[in-house]
């Protein structure tokens, strides 16, 4: 992101003419970190959004086996999904902490777009860092760049046709993909009056947060951190940020 002297550059608003999104991520607690207050604004609009957790999130708690950890944060995602209006929310069970950028990946998630036929498709910052010096995890690099490709798999019934069963049929539907948090962000949206139940939504995920560690860890405070400057470059108290790629001719 370009910046002039006299700090980051203005965001422009996000599109918000669509019905339905699908957002794609690696882990649970993913979309907390940052988009469930964007979420719970697009709900309250009468929007369906459905999540997609690629996998269970089972190896992000040290102290719990992995089958137990699973149990664990699918309940914690449901739950945080439900605070901000989102009733469908599909795990792959493909592999936590491993996942690797590919065709079985755009495979995977290409069903699941064919399946519900989004008109956007949301998803995490899939850049080699945060922006400066803070390096990306690389779960969330393969799975943004796959969620990316599968906007444009879905729609070719030649690719991954195996999929095309029992009433599935190609999706050419997306008109855009949006990589939230992306240090090259160009637009974002008002999470003003939503962003206490983004808030909520990060405390859902209690076990995940006392799993880490992090000592005297407030929700509010972090979201703060990066809702608040992101809200002055669009001119409100809160906002969002994303990374938009356009999948229609000229825009």
Same mark, same amino acid.
């Given at each position: ?26 882990? !649970? #607690?993913?979309?907390?970190? /940052?988009? =469930? @207050? ?10 369906? $959004? ?87 995890? !690389? #779960?969330?690099?393969?799975? /943004?760049? =796959? @969620? ?10 030649? $690719? ?92």
């Amino acid at each position: 992101m370009d910046s002039s002297p006299d700090g980051p550059a203005p965001l422009e608003p996000v599109d918000e003419s669509w019905e339905r999104a699908l957002v794609v991520v690696a882990h !649970p #607690d993913d979309v907390e970190f /940052g988009t =469930a @207050a964007a979420v719970a604004r697009w709900t309250d609009q009468g929007k369906t $959004v459905v999540y997609c957790m690629v996998t269970s999130g089972e190896a992000g708690i040290d102290a719990l086996p992995p089958e137990e950890c699973r149990m664990v944060r699918v309940a914690e995602q449901i739950e945080s999904a439900r605070i901000v209006g989102v009733d469908t929310v599909d795990f792959l069970g493909l592999p936590d902490g491993v996942l690797e950028y590919g065709v079985a990946l755009r495979h995977a998630i290409t069903g699941v777009v064919r399946l519900h036929r989004p008109e956007v498709i949301i998803t995490n910052n899939f850049r080699e860092t945060w922006g400066g010096s803070a390096p990306n995890q !690389p #779960d969330h690099m393969a799975v /943004g760049r =796959a @969620a990316l490709n599968s906007a444009g798999d879905a729609g070719n019934r030649w $690719v991954f046709s195996d999929q095309l069963i029992e009433g599935v049929e190609p999706w050419g539907g997306v008109k855009q993909v949006w990589a939230a948090g992306s240090p090259d962000a160009t637009h974002a949206v008002d999470t003003t009056d939503t962003f206490d139940r983004g808030v909520e939504s990060l405390a859902a995920h209690r076990a995940y947060i006392e799993g880490l560690g992090w000592e005297n860890f407030d929700p509010a405070e972090f979201l703060e951190g990066v809702s608040r400057p992101t809200g002055g470059r669009l001119g409100t108290t809160h906002a969002a940020s994303f990374e938009v790629f356009s999948l229609q001719w000229g825009q």
